[in-house]
Structures are given as C-alpha cells and as structure tokens.
C-alpha cells in the first residue's frame, strides 16, 4: 500500500541551529500538507503545496514540493525553543483519505 | 471558536469494559476522520466518515472497533471490550469536504488508558 516516510526520526540540534526534515512517498502526490504536533498537543495544519517544485516559506520556515511531486521538505532557520515538535507530512491516499508520514521530531536545546 | 471537539480528554478503563470517544467537528464540516497514535509514534488512520455514512474503515481493527456519524449529534468511536494494547491517543479531525485536499483540523484528543 501507500507508504509516506520521513528522515530523520528525530533531531536534536542547539538554538541558532537549521533544521531540515524530509518527506517521501511511495506515490505521486496531488499535494502534500505539513502539520506540527506540540509534545502532548495535537496536530495543526500548517501548510499545504499543490504544483510541482512548489516552495512557500512561512517566517523562518520554508516548504518545498519536489519536481515529482513525490517528496517535500521542511527547512526552519535559526531554530528556537518555540519550534520543539513533531513534524508530519501527509499526502492524499484513496478514498480522499490523508496518509500521515512517519514523522520527525524536533528537541531544541537553548 | 467552534473546532474539534472531542471528549472526554482522558478516560480510564479496565480490561474488558467498553470505550466511547466523542467527536464534534468544526461547524460547517460534514467529514469526520479518527486517527490512532501510540506513544512516540506516528497518527494511524482508522476510518473515515460522512454523515451517516462510513467511507472508509480500513484502518480499524475488524473485531471490537465501531464508529458512527449520526444525522445528529457527534461522531462515536467505541472500543469494546478493551485491552491493554488499545491504550493511545485517538485523535479525531474533521473537514470541509471529503477531497483530499482540504485541510483537516484536529481535536486535542482522547488519551484512553486501560489497566
């Protein structure tokens, strides 16, 4: 079946530090979303890319949709404490059904 | 500001009992979706609904997992006779409309725990 990975599993880097997370599926996307998850939180929506090569940045964080459209990536500039978290991609499956990546989680230590 | 919501926060069961996790979605949603997370895991879909109807089950366990959408009222997950592997989060998220493209909004969750 459709499978969405995410590289790293986790990622601990020091405040100032990038970070980047990367997402890959199994099949080609229509689009692709990214939410973050709060530890203890729940998930919130905070992206979605439609074209291909697609890149949007929100602040210090830029999304990029592959040329394929079968990955994306999440890059956050100067890390700080705020953008502890775990990162998710998620692409369209069947029945208009949303696949969730594995997930990256973030520790930022100040 | 009407989101999700979902109750109760956190529930507490013994082996065997019945589970019932509620979920209202964001006013205007027709589209209501659970997901499963076990501690430091990813979010498993479980199933996917529309008013009244069941679109999609294929990640809900065959046995012991139900879930509705009535015309009215909140949409029900129900765990029967629990067991100690059910314990997780359920996180139920609802949308606009069923295309794949919409965003889905979380609730803040149902953290069942069974002793």
């Known amino acids: 079946g459709q499978q969405v990975m995410q590289i790293p599993q986790y990622q601990h880097v020091q405040e100032g530090e990038d970070f980047t997370t990367y997402c890959n599926s199994s099949t080609t996307l229509s689009n692709i979303q990214w939410y973050k998850q709060r530890p203890g939180g729940h998930p919130v929506f905070l992206i979605q890319l439609v074209k291909s090569g697609e890149v949007k940045k929100q602040k210090r964080l830029t999304f990029q949709f592959g040329e394929a459209k079968k990955n994306s990536s999440l890059h956050i500039t100067a890390t700080q404490t705020t953008d502890v978290g775990t990162y998710f991609c998620?692409?369209?499956?069947?029945?208009?059904?949303?696949?969730f990546g594995t997930g990256t989680r973030l520790q930022v230590f100040p | 500001n009407a989101g999700v919501m979902q109750n109760p926060r956190h529930l507490v069961r013994r082996r065997g009992q019945e589970a019932r996790l509620r979920c209202s979605p964001m006013?205007?949603?027709?589209?209501v979706y659970w997901y499963r997370q076990l501690p430091e895991e990813g979010l498993k879909f479980m199933v996917y609904l529309q008013k009244e109807n069941i679109i999609d089950e294929s990640g809900m366990p065959k046995e012991r997992f139900s879930a509705e959408f009535p015309k009215e009222g909140p949409s029900i997950l129900r765990i029967q006779q629990v067991v100690r592997g059910d314990s997780a989060a359920y996180f139920c998220?609802?949308?606009?409309?069923?295309?794949?493209?919409?965003?889905?909004?979380f609730g803040a969750g149902t953290r069942l725990s069974v002793l």
């Open positions: 998620a692409g369209p499956g069947n029945t208009d059904k949303l696949i």
């Open positions: 006013k205007g949603h027709s589209h």
């Open positions: 998220a609802s949308s606009q409309s069923g295309l794949a493209k919409n965003i889905q909004y």
